[in-house]
């Protein structure tokens, strides 16, 4: 088993590697990059752009002196909006952003930096984006932890009782639940549990801002952890109930596939108890499938699902700081999510497998090629 996870883990770097290459050469292609983004705010603040690139205010641009053709005209004409500024200018934010190089030679300093996690800088919020990472993560690590975990604590035993019962009256209730699960966006019962217990219009039960109090570093450490559960409950229940029904469900039809497979028969035909053939024999055979999609639910919960219930409780999380990062085109944040996200779900896919062996000590990942 070591040796095949030593396999794995050698093998996620090519995988990181064509990844990192299909994002970068999509993102470079996509219009509006860093440099139109600078472009656009200079013109719409001359005094930025004179305090960012240096020279006195002066006229109506600012002592940015307008051109007006000739020499440097290739240069303008790569960039949306840059007609009428000089061509040093251009050149200088080319140089700021890293666009002096070309896309190879870019793409090759960017990933012997990040192979020492050496993100760079924002180009629009003048901080380290690894401090912006840090700073961002405790929030989208909490929701994404608690949330995952409540949904399987919930949604495993619930398929199981329903896979046993099917049919049943306890099965037809609670696939009513199951069904209003599927039908509700996480965003939407978000919206309804801040007008409930929020102070929307009714109660104001729970806060509607932060992971913990402004006064948390001041409190004891038994109030910390009130706090913060305080403060996670109402963004973690809404994500829990509209991703716990998929996972029932899996859950309940894996069971009931193994349920009714002729080895469940046999075992029934020799004697063993109801419980000993749903927990030693179809347990880890029909669980096998619920696992397989612990990386794919976590990486979605964590950097997809977030997004609105971060912006709807004014949680300053991972999902809110990719947003942003997209909108303004701030590269270093960009590439540096895609790479810590991919990490992640490679990771993840490889504690999966060893979950498998866990689960069914029959299943020898040692043997085959990753």
């Known amino acids: 088993m070591l040796a095949y996870v030593a396999r794995r883990l050698l093998f996620m770097i090519p995988t990181l590697f064509g990844i990192m290459v299909i994002n970068f050469a999509i993102i470079q292609a996509a219009p509006g990059g860093p440099v139109e983004q600078m472009i656009a705010r200079i013109k719409g603040t001359a005094v930025e752009a004179t305090a960012r690139f240096g020279g006195s205010a002066g006229g109506e641009t600012g002592g940015l002196r307008p051109f007006q053709g000739g020499q440097g005209t290739d240069v303008l004409s790569k ?32 990933m012997k930096r990040y192979l020492v996690f050496d993100f760079g800088q924002s180009f629009f919020q003048d901080r380290p984006v690894i401090d912006l990472i840090a700073s961002k993560l405790p929030v989208s690590i909490s929701l994404g932890l608690w949330t995952t975990l409540l949904v399987y604590l919930i949604s495993i035993p619930l398929g199981i009782a329903k896979a046993v019962r099917d049919g049943s009256a306890f099965d037809i209730w609670t696939s009513a639940i199951v069904v209003v699960g599927y039908a509700i966006p996480s965003f939407m019962f978000a919206i309804l549990l801040v007008v409930l217990f929020a102070g929307g219009s009714f109660v104001q039960w729970f806060p509607l801002r932060g992971l913990v109090s402004d006064t948390w570093p001041q409190m004891g450490w038994l109030a910390r952890i009130g706090d913060y559960f305080w403060h996670i ?45 749903l927990y030693g024999h179809v347990f880890r055979n029909a669980m096998l499938i619920v696992i ?41 944040i960009m590439f540096a999510t895609f790479y810590i996200y991919t990490l992640i779900g490679l990771l993840l896919n490889l504690i999966t497998d060893l979950t498998y062996v866990a689960v069914d000590p029959r299943i020898d990942f040692a043997s085959r090629e990753p």
Do not use: C, H
């Not at 009428?84 to 030679?105: H, M, N, S, V």
């Not at 899996?250 to 193994?258: A, R, V």
């Open 233 to 277: 409950t109402l963004p973690v229940t809404a994500q829990v109930v509209s991703g716990f029904a998929g996972l029932t469900m899996l859950t309940k039809n894996s069971f009931l596939e193994e349920i009714n497979k002729q080895y469940v028969v046999t075992a029934r035909a020799k004697g063993l108890t109801g419980r000993r053939v």
């Open 79 to 110: 960039y949306r909006g840059a007609r009428g500024l000089d061509p040093e200018l251009i050149r200088q934010l080319e140089k700021l952003y890293g666009f002096d190089k070309p896309p190879a030679a870019r793409f090759v300093l960017m």
């Open 292 to 332: 397989a999609g612990f990386p794919a639910a976590f990486v979605g919960i964590l950097f997809t699902g977030e997004l609105l219930i971060e912006v709807i409780f004014s949680l300053d999380g991972l999902g809110l700081l990719g947003f942003n990062a997209a909108i303004n085109r701030d590269y270093p």
